[in-house]
């Protein structure tokens, strides 16, 4: 049996609520900002979003030194749930890290959900990022190499054979490795984590 909990088994709540730092981890288009803020919500923790601290303005890439060092002092608090992948930065982000939580949703879902949120965001022309002034617009999406559609489909196969290792490699002892595969399944994990958090105070 993998070492992730399948959420056909049930979920250890009161391992739950005692879980600070969270990693959430996934493919684009696989609804890591969205479940990250929502979980961090149901656990009363930070929400920290590894895009804001990487892209500066115009589309700037943070440099690797200075990354780097945006995401030690990011994660030197004991209590954050961090949002994203860069796996160069892991053993950085996963000194302190509890539990890894892995969106690893089906090809088409995830890309037809980047499609959707790629639209909808350049039709808006909102800020993605405060400060940084970076906004979709649908030539970026749709007809430049740097679509994060073409990243999406590109990346998917690569992602899930990457994660299937750190999961496999990883101490069950130190980090809680949890694969949710379906919208079901992360719901179910939201509620979860609410019930987890009201029993932690009823008691």
């Not at 919500?41 to 804001?52: C, K």
């Not at 943070?62 to 994660?75: R, S, V």
């Not at 054979?161 to 992360?186: I, N």
Request: net charge positive.
């Amino acid at each position: 049996m993998s070492r992730a909990d399948s959420m056909t088994l049930e979920i250890d709540l009161s391992r739950l609520a005692r879980i600070l730092p969270v990693n959430v981890i996934g493919t684009s288009g696989s609804g890591k900002s969205t479940f990250s803020r929502r979980l961090a919500d149901a656990l009363r923790l930070p929400h920290v979003e590894m895009d804001r601290l990487f892209w500066g303005p115009n589309w700037k890439e943070c440099p690797a030194p200075k990354f780097f060092k945006k995401i030690e002092a990011a994660t030197r608090e004991e209590e954050w749930v961090l949002d994203g992948n860069y796996t160069r930065t892991t053993a950085i982000k996963w000194e302190r890290v509890q539990l890894v939580v892995w969106l690893d949703l089906p090809f088409w879902r995830t890309v037809w959900r980047v499609t959707g949120r790629s639209f909808s965001r350049a039709l808006s022309g909102s800020e993605l990022w405060p400060g940084t002034g970076n906004r979709e617009t649908l030539a970026r999406a749709f007809l430049s190499r740097d679509s994060v559609i073409l990243w999406a489909m590109t990346t998917h196969g690569r992602h899930r054979r990457e994660y299937s290792l750190l999961m496999d490699v990883a101490d069950p002892d130190q980090v809680w490795f949890v694969r949710l595969r379906s919208p079901r399944e992360v719901e179910g994990f939201l509620r979860a984590a609410r019930e987890a958090m009201s029993s932690a105070q009823s008691t």
